[in-house]
């Protein structure tokens, strides 16, 4: 079980999704600069549930 939330962390920590063509952007700290698909500059992240109970 630890296991499943591990893995989770670890694969959304760093990732990045486009907000104008939902490309995927892997990047190792912080926003990425750009979209590498199309270039645009605002992203979001991939998993924004870090709600604590
Ligand atoms: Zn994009």
Redesign the pocket.
Known sequence: MAKFEATENRTFKNIYI?M??T?KNRSATGMPGK?R??G?KKFRVKSKKVKKA
Request: hydrophobic residues 25%; contains cysteine.
């Open positions: 486009c104008k063509c490309a979209c698909k199309c645009a």
